[in-house]
């Protein structure tokens, strides 16, 4: 390594040969790169006793591998290992000429900005902040008129500087290229750091990236040095590829080329660039932005939206919703013409049909869900939401990349804690990760939208989308306040800058559409077949056994003979609820409830539920809930399942089968005021198993993992003790 090279980097015609003259004087030769014909200009300067050795590269707009051009200024940036790169970018012209300044971030070389051309900039009107572009890029940025030779002795004072001490704390930002690439270059990253894969000559992203855009230089290095990695790699770019050509019909490298331009027009938006706009010369996507991201309107319109997407998914899935359950009602009717009463006919019946198919009775919500957030992130409307959203995010300590945590971990409604929690590996400050990370179990991931479609359609059937925003609502503030008190209290620090790609709208294909919302909804209807079936059939067992005593089931059965006999009046102690039953006018079917509901009582589950009684009456909760909430922990879709199981094992054989909501609404231990608690405490308890260890997991420490479960669990019981009990003295729910 060279110590003292210093290497001038950008686009043609921004000003480099200017600024080289400039700087070296005489003191310069001119020779040509082996073997091509482009020319190799160095030169020497002095500062401070320090002999800088300075190389003009040849211009060019990118780093790929197309040109020769383009091939030198990467072998000399690469090979040569320079202290520093001097980008010159044309400041009347620089949202095009920072394409080449993101890549070379990418270099891991430390860049300085000369922003060249602020003489012709002025001319044009476009008033830049050289200050707010270096908070923004965190490198230095230095103004020059390469031409006069202004703003070069502070240029050269800062790269001699670096030079010397390196770039220190001015690391730039990791440029995001959003939820197709990222996983799949973070995994091919680590593969390469790994298996040391041409990493004595690139950092390992940057060869990930060239994987990605299908190098063909990098590639055939790859292959001739690590063919086992490189197939490998090669097969992990095929599979995005593949992904990218069927949903948005695009190839990797448009989304990467997408992505920077997207990261550069955001930087630029948010007070670098003040321009006198032509409205002629903007673009749509530009236009489009003018009206969407608008102070007033753009919120306006970001509240519509979202109302417009729960409309559309309440009441496209209405019907489907009913035509399901249906299904599942004649699929158990069907089961109890041919099986005789017993275990197994339960089992089937009240565990797995009323079980699992409770939850996937509401999957058409979730699939139109899917679609309305599929139509979001793939026009890029959702990348303007996080713009607009991200000064509240930096006002309760959260950080604008904690916007697509929390929609993948269920924002809209219907993502999952999982992938949100590990979609805050975007955030590069520990604290603000594991204040995003802590607070994502508020959002209402897919596991909870059956609790909340049950209760709305039982208890606020008139209202379902508004019930959806406020709900909404009231997550992103309990979200947003626990994230604030966090940060006030163990995770202090400061906020970091926070740079947001706004890609380019585009009108979703159908295809792309239909695909998005296929894999994240079999996803879901997957984990029903599999481990809510399984868990499902558990809580089943817990509410059977043990089974009653041979002398209470001869007790009931004694009164069913009685009723038979028309000697109802003769049998002895009769329990209370039968009794009453039975005096005004009775029916078998009463005897059958009041005998299940015992069994239910006295199994496992009922009287775990019975004992949280003394816990859950301030809110409102009967030992029946209690016992669902406890199998929520293991995924919160459980939650419908054990009360499906639960309220269904009363009513065998009564043949009329009424769907849960219709039963919940009509039972007096419910009304919209414990409905409502209820949605409040699912959507606020411990976050189900599965995320909890992936929590431990990514946080690096099991101390948060627990820390959220019993502080999720205390904010949730608070709540709903506050909700309910207020709920009560306002005369609600009586
Ligand atoms: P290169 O292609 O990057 O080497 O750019 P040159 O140094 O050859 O400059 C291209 C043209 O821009 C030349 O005509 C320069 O005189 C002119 N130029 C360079 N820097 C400046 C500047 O800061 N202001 C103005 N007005 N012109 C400049
Ligand atoms: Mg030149």
Redesign the pocket.
């Known amino acids: 390594m060279r110590n003292d090279l210093i290497v001038l980097a ?1 686009n ?8 080289f003259n400039a700087i070296t004087g005489a003191r310069q030769h001119v020779a040509n790169y082996p073997g091509v014909t482009v020319e190799r200009k160095e030169g020497y300067y002095s500062h401070d006793g320090l002999e800088l050795h300075i190389v003009d590269l040849p ?1 060019t707009y990118s780093l790929t591998a197309y040109s020769p051009e383009e091939l030198v200024a990467r072998e000399v940036l690469t090979l040569e290992s320079p202290r520093v790169v001097i980008n ?1 970018v044309d400041a009347s012209n620089l949202d095009r000429n920072l394409y080449l300044t993101l890549q070379l971030f990418e270099l891991g070389i430390p860049v300085i900005i000369a922003l ?5 900039a002025e001319g044009r009107g476009i008033e830049i902040d050289a200050g707010e572009l270096s908070r923004k890029l965190n490198v230095p940025v230095i103004p ?4 006069s030779g202004k703003g070069k002795e502070e240029l050269l004072a800062v790269a001699a500087r670096v030079a010397r001490e390196g770039a220190g704390s001015m690391i730039p930002p990791q440029i995001p290229y959003g939820p197709d690439i990222d996983p799949v270059l973070h995994e091919m990253e680590a593969k390469i750091s790994s298996s040391g894969l041409l990493t004595d000559l690139y950092p390992a992203r940057w060869i990930a990236l060239k994987y990605l855009e299908a190098d063909e230089e990098v590639v055939t290095k790859g292959r001739a040095g690590y063919p086992e990695v490189s197939a490998e790699l090669e097969k992990m770019v095929a599979r995005v590829a593949e992904h990218l050509r069927k949903t948005l019909d695009t190839y990797p490298e448009g989304i990467i080329a997408d992505y920077r331009y997207g990261f550069i027009s955001a930087v630029l938006k948010s007070g670098v660039l003040k321009h006198k706009h032509d409205a002629d010369r903007l673009y749509l996507s530009d236009r489009i932005d003018l009206v969407l991201t608008h102070r007033l309107a753009g919120p306006l319109i970001m509240a519509l939206v979202l109302y417009g997407l729960y409309y559309f998914a309440f009441t496209g899935s209405d019907a489907p919703v009913r035509w399901l359950q249906a299904g599942f009602a004649a699929l158990g009717g069907v089961i109890r013409t041919h099986l005789g009463p017993g275990l197994l006919r339960s089992l089937l019946v009240n565990g797995i049909i009323d079980g699992v198919g409770g939850i996937l009775g509401f999957v058409p919500i979730i699939i139109f869900i899917f679609l309305g957030i599929a139509f979001l992130e793939d026009s890029g409307y959702l990348a303007r939401a996080a713009f607009m959203l991200d000064r509240v995010f930096r006002t309760f300590g959260l950080h604008g990349n904690s916007f697509m945590a929390y929609i993948v971990g269920g924002g809209i409604a219907g993502g999952c804690g999982v992938p949100g929690v590990m979609a805050t590996r975007t955030l590069r400050s520990s604290n603000e990760r594991l204040a995003t990370m802590l607070t994502i179990g508020f959002m209402n991931c897919g596991a909870k939208l059956p609790v909340y479609a049950l209760l709305i359609g039982a208890f606020f059937a008139r209202s379902k989308p508004q019930m959806m925003m406020l709900l909404t609502l009231i997550s992103w503030s309990m979200a947003f306040l626990v994230a604030r008190f966090l940060r006030s209290t163990i995770l202090r620090g400061p906020n970091t800058p926070f740079l947001l790609e706004l890609p380019p709208y585009r009108l979703p294909t159908l295809r792309g559409l239909a695909i998005h919302t296929w894999e994240r909804s079999w996803i879901y209807v997957r984990k029903a077949g599999t481990v809510l079936l399984a868990v499902s059939i558990l809580f089943w067992a817990l509410m059977n056994f043990p089974r009653l005593s041979e002398s209470r089931n001869a007790a009931f059965d004694a009164q069913r003979r009685a009723l038979v006999a028309g000697l109802a009046s003769t049998v002895k102690s009769p329990p209370a609820e039968v009794a009453g039953k039975l005096a005004g006018g009775s029916t078998a079917a009463a005897i059958d409830a009041a005998q299940a509901r015992e069994a239910l009582r006295h199994s496992y589950a009922g009287r775990m539920g019975i004992a949280l009684e003394h816990i859950t009456r301030f809110c409102g909760f009967d030992w029946r809930t209690n016992v669902a909430l406890v199998g929520g922990v293991a995924g919160k879709e459980i939650v419908v399942s054990v009360l499906s199981t639960a309220y269904s094992m009363g009513r065998t054989g009564s043949g009329k089968e009424a769907p849960l909501g219709a039963v919940l609404a009509a039972d007096p231990a419910w009304n919209p005021l414990v409905a409502f608690t209820m949605i409040l405490f699912t959507m606020f308890y411990v976050p189900c198993i599965v995320s909890v260890v992936c929590l431990a997991k990514e946080a690096g420490s099991w101390k948060w993992a627990l820390f959220s479960v019993v502080f999720n669990t205390s904010v949730a019981f608070l709540v709903a003790v506050l909700v309910y009990q207020g709920g009560r003295l306002l005369g609600l729910g009586l």
């Open positions: 950008g043609p015609n921004a000003g480099k040969t200017s600024l211009g010159i060249n051309m602020m003489d012709v020059t008129v390469a031409r």
